[in-house]
């Protein structure tokens, strides 16, 4: 069963995985019976359990339609993170002859064998490629081709969640603490793990040490490195790594710390500026009001002066005329 | 031999009280209003989630309920001093914040402390303003009140960009210095002395807190419509938002709601109060109209249906009846209790709004949790607001 290829168009069990399961099976059965140490391991209700083991797995079905008149190949882009059976299923519509188009399907650039054909009455074309993921480098991107075209093509892009986090640098300063996180929408990671770069290596992130507490949220989709007592050599560029069954997945947290000279300066300058703001306007007022109060005691001397003045001329009978003449001129 | 008091000089150092308002204004509810987008860095640093809006509601609760201290500390010894010291409390909170360990220090610096100065600062620098008019007091007020708009758009990009430089501990270093600048804002206020004033006092302190204004009947018609409308009045601030998001509109296009409400506000401030001024309709009678408009806004923003068109129209009415009511809620003081008792009467109104104010938003907010969406909450608060408009047509 394992040395013979499996017939198109059949339920046809994955290849590699299986292939490598009956290899592991053939060397431990060759082991113990070393009489027939090439006998293909043929064992039935091996088989079947690993069938189940199979059919316990999540099943994914994907379509792609293309027509002739496509101009630009479809892709699709599916996130995966454990193992799952997968049904790829690509359609092709065209005027013409179906069966002078030539169907290939590849993984990356390698051509695949067991996809299974469907031709439909009128113009529409079927393919599927029906496979299981269990190994990351089954990850990748697999294609169906109708024909030479470059156009007539469709792609699935299978990739391991994506982890979110802060794209903009996190600030602290000298003797803070921090707390860096990431997390995934909807996603389980099998594990967390921190690590710390100077440059371009990457260093784990040491947790024995009293400063650094890795934090895990309450589903598993969250982690969180707190990070006590900074100084400036916890600068620099920190990654979380999530481990999936298929892959795994990282994202960039950069940390600044700064000390407290930093906003310092500018907020001395802002504080000097407004206590010569208030000196001004304070003194400012003070000088109007002097100033006020300089004329009118000016003025209050003036008057003073003139009432001096009228006394020292001839007495009352001279106000009459002058008044009189006042009131004529002042007509 | 001091000459007898003239009445309110409407004009000439009048116009630099006002700029002065216009940045009192700016540095305390526009500075608050942006504290929100430091929120989410506080929550990331203190690994909280939703404890830190309390933080500015806390602020503003006591910038509001603590006013009357303010009036009435300045009626005691001038608005001057009183503002000037608001500007140093302020800063004194929001520095001490910039070295906070936990959430409660926040609290208290910027809750508490920062809170209780700008509760110094504003009402002494509003009631001020409307000493130094008469015939254009409502347009002065009216622009004063545009400060927190212009400066809320100042400061969001601002803080944002310290945020980002400094992170939030620099950022609200340098904010505290900003606010520092209510202190020559309060410099610029020189004292007035108006016909009518109350005597040096040998009251207590409680009198001087203002509440004899309460025996007054037409104070006290004015203060129940006034608390009734407080209870609506802030709702859209908090759930203006959140509304338009959950109609199914988009960060961007709940944005827009926001802004035309925002920007029919400050432009109605001046339109009103240049309108109110010209003295067509007499001020308590603008006053019933414009709460009551405000209050239909209100109900048509939560009954309108669908996302476009009707609920910018609603969001852009609410925003210019919103707007007018404003500036008429301190104009029509002087009518009521005479430029005397002017300046206690403004902190007597930002206390009674208060009291609205922490009772609206969260019954908005548990209105929302029951019916599973705003109209009710919209509903709600439209009708406070009617009905505080229709005490107001008992007035005078």
Not at chain 1, 75 to 95: A, D, G, M, V, Y
Not at chain 2, 207 to 224: D, E, N, Q
Request: net charge neutral; with cysteine.
């Amino acid at each position: 069963m394992c040395a013979s290829p499996s017939p198109r168009g059949s339920q046809a069990p994955p290849p590699l995985p299986l292939f490598l399961l009956c290899l592991l099976a053939a060397t431990r059965r060759s082991v113990a019976d070393s009489t027939s140490p090439g006998s293909p391991f043929t064992s039935l209700p091996a088989r079947e359990e690993m069938m189940a083991k199979y059919s316990n797995l999540s099943l994914e079905i994907h379509n792609i339609s293309l027509t002739e008149h496509s101009s630009v190949p479809v892709k699709k882009n599916i996130t995966l993170e454990r193992s799952s059976n997968i049904e790829l299923t690509c359609q092709f519509t065209t005027s013409g002859d179906l069966n002078a188009v030539n169907v290939t399907w590849k993984k990356d650039d390698e051509v695949l064998e067991n996809y299974s054909l469907i031709n439909r009455t009128g113009n529409i074309l079927y393919t599927q490629y029906k496979f299981t993921i269990t190994k990351s480098n089954q990850m990748g991107s697999y294609s169906c081709f109708f024909g030479e075209k470059k156009e007539h093509r469709g792609t699935f892009h299978f990739k391991v969640p994506e982890i979110q986090g802060k794209h903009k640098p996190i600030v602290t300063y000298v003797g803070d603490s921090t707390i860096l996180a990431c997390k995934c929408q909807d996603c389980f990671p099998l594990n967390w793990t921190w690590y710390s770069s100077n440059g371009s290596v990457q260093v784990p992130v040491d947790t024995q040490m009293n400063k650094f507490y890795v934090i895990s949220g309450a589903h598993g989709n969250e982690t969180k490195l707190k990070i006590t007592q900074l100084s400036e050599e916890d600068r620099g560029s920190y990654w979380c790594h999530a481990v999936f069954q298929l892959g795994e997945s990282e994202n960039l947290i950069e940390l600044v710390v700064l000390s407290y000279l930093v906003p310092l300066k500018p907020f001395l300058a802002i504080v000097a500026e407004v206590i010569l703001l208030v000196a001004a306007i304070l003194l400012c007022e003070m000088y109007t009001q002097k100033k006020k109060k300089q004329p009118d005691e000016g003025k209050e001397f003036e008057q003073i002066e003139q009432l001096k003045s009228d006394d020292s001329s001839n007495g009352i009978e001279n106000n009459a005329p002058r008044h009189r003449k006042n009131s004529v001129t002042s007509k | 031999m001091a000459p007898k008091p003239a009445g309110p000089p409407d004009g000439g150092w009048g116009w630099v009280v006002a700029a002065s308002a216009f940045a009192v204004n700016g540095l305390s509810y526009g500075m608050l209003r942006s504290l929100g987008l430091a929120l989410p860095d506080f929550a990331e640093h203190f690994d909280r989630s939703a404890q830190d809006a309390w933080v500015s509601a806390l602020a503003l609760a006591v910038q509001q309920a603590a006013s009357p201290v303010g009036s009435a500390l300045s009626t005691r010894w001038g608005a001057r001093p009183v503002v000037m010291f608001g500007g140093v409390l302020t800063f004194l909170g929001f520095v001490f914040s910039a070295f906070a360990r936990s959430l409660l220090h926040l609290y208290l610096g910027l809750g508490l402390l920062a809170g209780s100065g700008w509760a110094l600062a504003f009402a002494p620098a509003l009631g001020t303003l409307s000493r130094y008019f008469s015939r254009r007091r409502v347009l002065a007020v009216g622009l004063a009140l545009t400060g927190n708009g212009a400066a809320s758009l100042l400061l969001a990009p601002a803080l944002q960009l310290l945020l980002d430089t400094f992170g939030w501990r620099g950022a609200l270093l340098l904010l505290g210095a900003t606010t520092l600048h209510l202190t020559p804002c309060g410099a610029l206020l020189r004292p007035l002395a108006l016909p009518g004033d109350p005597l040096a006092s040998s009251r207590g302190p409680l009198a001087a807190l203002g509440l004899s204004l309460f025996t007054r009947p037409a104070f006290s018609v004015f203060a129940l419509g006034t608390a009734l409308v407080g209870g609506g009045y802030f709702v859209p601030y908090v759930h203006l938002a959140p509304h338009a998001l959950d109609r199914g509109l988009g960060g961007y296009g709940a944005a827009l709601v926001v802004a035309v409400a925002a920007v029919g506000d400050a432009a109605a401030r001046l339109v009103c109060g240049w309108l109110a001024d010209q003295g067509w309709v007499p001020l308590p009678r603008l006053l019933a109209v414009f709460g009551a408009l405000t209050g239909l806004g209100l109900l048509a923003v939560g009954l309108v249906p669908g996302w476009g068109g009707p609920l910018l129209a609603a969001a852009g009415a609410y925003g210019l009846s919103a707007g007018s009511y404003a500036p008429l809620v301190f104009g029509v003081l002087p009518g009521l209790v005479g430029i005397g008792g002017v300046m206690q009467a403004t902190g007597l109104v930002m206390m009674l709004m208060s009291l609205g104010g922490l009772l609206g938003p969260p019954l908005s907010g548990f209105l929302r949790d029951e019916t599973g969406d705003f109209t009710a909450s919209f509903l709600v608060c439209g009708s406070f607001i009617l009905s505080g408009s229709f005490i107001y047509m008992g007035l005078p």
